[in-house]
């Protein structure tokens, strides 16, 4: 589902809605993180936030937050989103999401 917001300068931009594989809450994409397989991990089984939507490969969205990693692997639902059925290394994604609370200094950007 899409929907058209018009911009301050009059031109219009198509914000695409997608759901949190976790808490299966419909949001607009630039609310949540795109998750996708590491394309140079030979086991296909290493997560990669990619927060700039660019990494190839299939994607999953994620609320960003620790909390609904922790229920996505809880639910198994990476699993689901990525047509596989063993166990995912979210170790990236976690570190990524946490950056902010431990006070370091990544730059977090959600958006296009």
Known sequence: MTEIRERATGTSREIRVR???????RRPDTELLRVVLDPEDPTRTRLLPDPSR???GR???ITPDVVALELA??????????????????????TYLAAPVAGTDITRKTEH
């Not at 759901?19 to 809450?25: G, L, W």
């Open 19 to 25: 759901t949190c594989i976790a808490t299966r809450e």
């Open 59 to 61: 994607g999953a969205w």
């Open 73 to 94: 692997e809880q639910r198994r639902a990476f699993g689901r989103a990525f047509r596989m059925s063993t166990a995912v290394d979210s170790g990236h994604v976690r």
């Open 54 to 56: 660019k990494l190839p």
